[in-house]
C-alpha cells in the first residue's frame, strides 16, 4: 500500500461564502498575501492553480492523477489558504466545522483510497479542543492540518496544552503544515516566500514545539511535518549547543536532536542527499512519502523520488506505506 500523507483540496464554495461573510478582511489579507509574496509570484501561481482546479476539487480527477502516479491511498487536507488565520471567533469556528464537513464528504467518495484531515480555529485556543473532537470523533477524520502559527498563537502557547493532550488521548495526527512566512516583504521576489519562507516556519514552529517542552508533557503526539521538516533537520546541531549553553533554551528534558525522532516528516525535500539526511536524523521509521499534491512545489512522481533515492529496500518500502499505515493504527474514533 502506497501512501501519500501529503496532498491537498481547494474549497471554493467554502471561500466564497467567508468572503461574503467578511469582505473588508478578505480584501485585507489579500493585501498581506501581495506584501507577502510579490505580484510577480501571485501571478504565476494564480495560472498553476487554475490549470490544477480538477485535481484540487474534483474526486475522479483526484483518482485518476493517483493511479498514474502509483499510489494507493492519500491523506486529503485543505490548501493552507483555508486556514483563514485573521477570522474573528464567530467565523473561525463556522470554518472550522463546514471545512471538517467537507472533507469528510470529499474522502467518502472513496473511503478505501482516501483518508481526510481536518482543521481548527488555532488562533481561538479555547476552541481548539471542541474542534478536534468535531474532526475526528464528528467527521471520522485521522487528524488536523495546522499552520506554524496563527495571529498571536505559536505552538508552544501554554493555552494549546489542552490541545495537545486531547490530540495525544485520541492519537490522532497533527500535520504541520505552514501558510505564509512572518518575514513579510523580505522574501516578495523570486518566490522566495515559498522556498525559503515554507522551510522556515516548519523550523521556527518545530522549534517551538521542542524548546518548550510540549513534547515532553505529551510524549504520544503524532505529529508530521511538511516539507521534511524545513531547516531543523539540517541544522539541529546548532539547537543543541544553545541547549547546552544557554540556560533559557533548556526549558527541553533533553538535547533538541532527539526530538526529530518523536516526530514524523514527509519527504517533500526535493533531494535525494537531503532524503537520506533526514532519514538519518529522525530515523527510518519516522519519514513518510508526501508530494504535496498537486502543486507545483511538490513531486510529480513521488514514488520514483524515493525509489530512485538509494535507500535500503525494505526502508523505502516503509516509507512508501508501512509507516504511515503504522501511525494511524491506534486512532480512537469512538
Known amino acids: 500500500m502506497i501512501t501519500d500523507v501529503h496532498a491537498h483540496l481547494l474549497l471554493p464554495q467554502l471561500h466564497a461564502e467567508v468572503e461574503r461573510r467578511a469582505p473588508e478582511l478578505v480584501a485585507e489579507a489579500a493585501d498581506l498575501e501581495r506584501r507577502r509574496n510579490g505580484i510577480e509570484s501571485l501571478k504565476v501561481s494564480g495560472a498553476m492553480v487554475g490549470a490544477r482546479i480538477p485535481k484540487l476539487t474534483d474526486l475522479r480527477a483526484r483518482l485518476a492523477a493517483m493511479d498514474e502516479q502509483g499510489v494507493d491511498k492519500q491523506w486529503v487536507s485543505v490548501s493552507p489558504n483555508?486556514?483563514?488565520?485573521?477570522?474573528?471567533?464567530?467565523?473561525?469556528?463556522?470554518?472550522?466545522?463546514?471545512?471538517?464537513?467537507?472533507?469528510?464528504?470529499?474522502?467518502?467518495?472513496?473511503?478505501?483510497?482516501?483518508?481526510?484531515?481536518?482543521?481548527?480555529?488555532?488562533?481561538?485556543?479555547?476552541?481548539?479542543?471542541?474542534?478536534?473532537?468535531?474532526?475526528?470523533l464528528g467527521r471520522g477524520l485521522a487528524g488536523v492540518e495546522i499552520s506554524s502559527f496563527a495571529g498571536d498563537v505559536e505552538l508552544s502557547d501554554p493555552r494549546l496544552e489542552p490541545f495537545w493532550a486531547r490530540a495525544a488521548e485520541l492519537g490522532c495526527v497533527v500535520f504541520l503544515h505552514p501558510f505564509g512566512c512572518s518575514l513579510d516583504e523580505r522574501l516578495d521576489r523570486f518566490y522566495l516566500s515559498n522556498t525559503v519562507g515554507q522551510p522556515t516556519e516548519n523550523a521556527v514552529a518545530l522549534s517551538h514545539l521542542i524548546f518548550s517542552g510540549v513534547l515532553d508533557r505529551h510524549p504520544d503526539l503524532k505529529i508530521v511535518a511538511a516539507h521534511g521538516g524545513g531547516y531543523l533537520?539540517?541544522?539541529?546541531?546548532?539547537?543543541?549547543?544553545?541547549?547546552?549553553?544557554?540556560?533559557?533554551?533548556?526549558?527541553?528534558?533533553?538535547?533538541?536532536?532527539?526530538?526529530?525522532?518523536?516526530?514524523?516528516?514527509?519527504?517533500?525535500?526535493?533531494?535525494p542527499v537531503a532524503l537520506r539526511h533526514l532519514v538519518e536524523a529522525a530515523g527510518g521509521s519516522r519519514v513518510l512519502l508526501g508530494s504535496d499534491f498537486p502543486f507545483d512545489m511538490g513531486l510529480d512522481d513521488p514514488v520514483t523520488a524515493i525509489r530512485s533515492a538509494g535507500l535500503p529496500a525494505d526502508l523505502a518500502a516503509r516509507i512508501l506505506g508501512g509507516n504511515a499505515e503504522a501511525l494511524l493504527g491506534d486512532l480512537v474514533r469512538a
Not at 485573521?86 to 471538517?100: I, K, Q, R, S, Y
Open 82 to 136: 483555508h486556514f483563514y488565520p485573521w477570522a474573528p471567533e464567530g467565523l473561525a469556528v463556522w470554518v472550522a466545522m463546514e471545512t471538517n464537513r467537507l472533507i469528510a464528504e470529499h474522502v467518502a467518495g472513496a473511503p478505501d483510497r482516501l483518508v481526510g484531515l481536518g482543521v481548527v480555529p488555532l488562533q481561538h485556543p479555547e476552541r481548539v479542543v471542541e474542534y478536534l473532537d468535531d474532526a475526528i
Open 233 to 271: 533537520p539540517f541544522a539541529i546541531g546548532r539547537s543543541d549547543h544553545a541547549w547546552r549553553v544557554r540556560p533559557e533554551a533548556q526549558r527541553c528534558a533533553h538535547a533538541p536532536s532527539t526530538y526529530l525522532r518523536r516526530l514524523w516528516f514527509d519527504t517533500v525535500v526535493h533531494d
